[in-house]
């Protein structure tokens, strides 16, 4: 306790508690901040830290009321309720099983609580939260974090040299899961790690910091568990860069692979001449999804602009009636100066008829009434099998035999769609079938743009035939020596063997041959 100096465990002069914190621990119960993220890799102590911070604080200031959550009872109990039972001293307080709470000797409360479901955070309305403390806060929706968030406040009278951190929310994670794109954003792309940044006033003002920790960072576990880092390199990927780095951009249980280096370009002027599509998902108290895209030359497919339905809150829709988005489309492709849409193509519900509830019966569907705005509706192929392969098979980073990048990925967007961006590497796939996505979080965007890649499906089996572009296979041959009728013939067979493995029609390939 005597590297400790911060006054975690301390009554009446006396120390009274085991705990002596590793530097990054000390770096997290001796930050300015009051919005904190302790976060990366597994075992630097992150959990250990958070019920220190708890005893604490809880031992400070008379009367606070902290809140440590986790997301369900089992993994509060073995990871907070069960190690706080043994560690914290009984002269301190006492642990009353049936409320889940330590009462200390100063009236202050340390509440252990949990929000398995979405709902869940409702039971916590009237709560005045002093300090709000959430462990693998990537397991929590941002609906949720933001809820709890706005229970944080303090009507005590704290000792002006802790107003800084009281009321204050502290919180700890590794990548992965529901949560990690709004954690991400939040903390980590927010600011350098360590720095401390004021958040907006939307965002609540408060003191955030992002602070990072490895495995070796914490010398307890490296030296009671030398073997623990042997374990964790031999996991496959992607499990041994997230639990071994603590990286951001790889998460356990992500759907799919986006990197933003690869997946994104800057934005350009749409090449005359190119394909252009717009792809459709309804939504109407969930958000709606509209985009863009134009094939180059190569059969890539570029986002080059959208527009999602939301209100600013995950899975929060505009309610916007299908006249009002009809009419927001064609404003905006009025603005795009998009002359050359080719293909409209939307999921199978825009087909259905819809109750007319002013005069009963069936009313027109989403199709019948873009088509009176000029709209006029392709049904999508909505295979969930076969649209994950298509659309993971587009996202591939091309690497030769030793891993190196040989190429650009068959789906990129423009940094403009921000959305995309922002929902596509949350996706999370079923745990109990990695070949399908959970449903339960933001995919709407996913389902519409799946419909671009099965209307223009590549062919799994034959994608090793595709060694370089279609416009460099035909440029290099017109380098070619060769007699008129070898050429023809050369060509014809590079352009046979692209066009099987990309999956493309005659007339798209003729389109493509025109423009090289």
Not at 267 to 286: E, I, K, L, Q, R
Not at 326 to 339: F, K, S, Y
Not at 451 to 476: E, G, Q
Request: proline residues 6%; hydrophobic residues 35%.
């Amino acid at each position: 306790m005597g590297k400790f100096n911060t006054g975690t465990g301390i009554k009446d002069g006396k120390l009274v508690d085991a705990y002596i914190p590793h530097p990054k621990q000390v770096l997290f119960h001796k930050t300015f901040a009051n919005e904190v993220l302790f976060g990366g890799s597994a075992g630097p102590g992150k959990s250990r830290a958070l019920r220190a911070e708890a005893l604490r604080w809880a031992c400070t200031i008379p009367g606070l009321q902290i809140y440590l959550f986790r997301r369900t009872f089992p993994e509060l109990e073995k990871n907070h309720i069960i190690p706080s039972q043994m560690e914290f001293p009984k002269d301190l307080g006492e642990y009353k099983s049936q409320a889940r709470r330590w009462e200390f000797f100063n009236g202050s409360m340390l509440h252990f609580c949990h929000c398995q479901y979405e709902q869940d955070v409702f039971q916590y309305q009237g709560a005045e939260i002093h300090l709000l403390l959430i462990d693998e806060l990537t397991t929590f929706t941002k609906f949720q974090y933001d809820y709890l968030r706005g229970r944080v406040r303090c009507t005590l009278p704290v000792p002006e040299k802790f107003k800084h951190k009281v009321p204050g929310i502290y919180c700890a994670s590794n990548p992965g899961g529901v949560g990690h794109t709004f954690c991400r954003a939040r903390w980590v792309d927010y600011a350098r790690p360590m720095e401390v940044k004021r958040a907006p006033v939307l965002e609540g003002g408060m003191l955030r910091q992002y602070i990072p920790a490895l495995l070796e960072d914490n010398p307890t576990l490296t030296s009671t568990d030398p073997g623990y880092r042997s374990r964790l390199e031999a996991l496959p990927e992607p499990y041994r860069t997230a639990y071994l780095k603590g990286d951001w951009d790889i998460f356990i249980g992500q759907a799919f692979d986006f990197y933003y280096d690869y997946h994104v370009v800057k934005d350009h002027p749409v090449p005359s001449g190119a394909p252009v599509y717009m792809t459709f998902d309804w939504g109407f108290g969930a958000p709606f999804s509209v985009g863009w895209w134009y094939v180059d030359q190569d059969g890539r497919l570029i986002r080059f602009s959208e527009w999602y339905g939301w209100d600013g809150n995950q899975n929060k829709g505009l309610r916007l009636t299908d006249i009002e988005v009809a009419d927001g489309i064609n404003t905006r492709e009025q603005a795009m100066g998009v002359l050359n849409v080719v293909q409209r193509i939307a999921g199978p519900d825009c087909f259905q008829k819809k109750p007319d509830y002013r005069g009963g019966g069936q009313g027109p569907s989403t199709a019948e009434i873009f088509s009176n705005r000029n709209l006029f509706l392709t049904a999508g192929d909505a295979n969930r099998k076969l649209k994950i392969r298509q659309f993971r098979n587009r996202l591939m980073v091309p690497k030769d035999d030793k891993g190196n990048v040989v190429g650009r990925p068959m789906l990129q967007v423009f940094e403009s769609c921000t959305q995309f961006i922002r929902t596509i590497p949350a996706i999370s796939a079923m745990p109990s079938n990695p070949e399908d996505i959970d449903t339960t979080g933001e995919d709407h965007i996913y389902d519409e743009c799946c419909h671009i890649c099965m209307a223009r499906p590549m062919n799994f089996d034959d994608t090793k035939l595709v060694l370089k572009p279609l416009s460099t296979i035909l440029i290099d041959s017109l380098s070619k020596k060769q007699p008129d009728e070898e050429f023809g013939e050369y060509v014809a067979s590079e352009v046979d063997a692209y066009e099987k493995a990309m999956g493309f029609g005659h007339r798209e390939m003729e389109l493509i041959y025109d423009r090289v």
